[in-house]
């Protein structure tokens, strides 16, 4: 199975954590082209007085390998990810040896994995981690998009991520 076959799987999550409320953010973790660990978005539903910033579907899909009954081999293992890991779950999954992350949809405001390793401490600095930027984007997009619309979805509202959100989904729309 490829890539995209994971990252549809990424995005089916990413529906589930939209239809509770929370932010469209799904997460599969694949070793030997099984599916070992999902995980989706929770905290950021409007009904709440705080939003979670550690329930991210990349850190929900890490915890639940501590329950993973085969054998972890993180040099066999790939991330697949709606939107692009802030700086703390990338740091989590480089932590966790995983040498390969692909994400759909790229954060402007946040995304932690275009920051240069080099400058870092040597236990990032060699990582090795490959990073596979805007697989399936636009079913993503279409996703952040469908949820900063609703008026009801207060996570970063009025925030850069979402006057981003919305241009990509207006230049996309200009384009066919």
């Known amino acids: 199975m490829d890539d995209a076959y994971y990252m549809e799987l990424a995005l089916e999550q990413a529906v589930v954590a939209f239809d509770s409320g929370e932010f469209p953010v799904g997460c599969v ?3 030997d082209g ?7 978005r929770k905290g950021s539903t409007s009904d709440q007085s705080f939003f979670s910033e550690i329930d991210h579907a990349e850190i929900s899909a890490l915890k639940s390998l ?4 085969t054998r972890f081999e993180p040099g066999k293992t790939t991330l ?3 939107m692009e890991p802030c700086l703390m779950c990338f740091g989590a999954i480089i932590l ?7 994400y759909a949809y790229e954060d402007p405001m946040g995304g932690g994995t275009r920051c240069d390793l080099n400058r870092l401490p040597r236990l990032y600095k060699n990582c090795g981690v490959e990073i596979v930027p805007g697989l399936l984007r636009r079913k993503s997009l279409d996703l952040f998009a469908r949820f900063f619309i609703k008026d009801t979805n207060l996570y970063w509202k009025d925030s850069y ?3 981003y959100t919305l241009e990509q989904k207006m230049k996309e729309i200009q384009e066919k």
């Open 29 to 31: 973790i694949a070793q």
């Open 66 to 69: 501590e329950t993973l009954k």
């Open 96 to 102: 966790s040896g995983i040498k390969k992350i692909v």
């Open 161 to 163: 991520l979402e006057a």
């Open 80 to 82: 697949y990810v709606t």
């Open 34 to 40: 099984d599916v070992i660990a999902v995980g989706q």
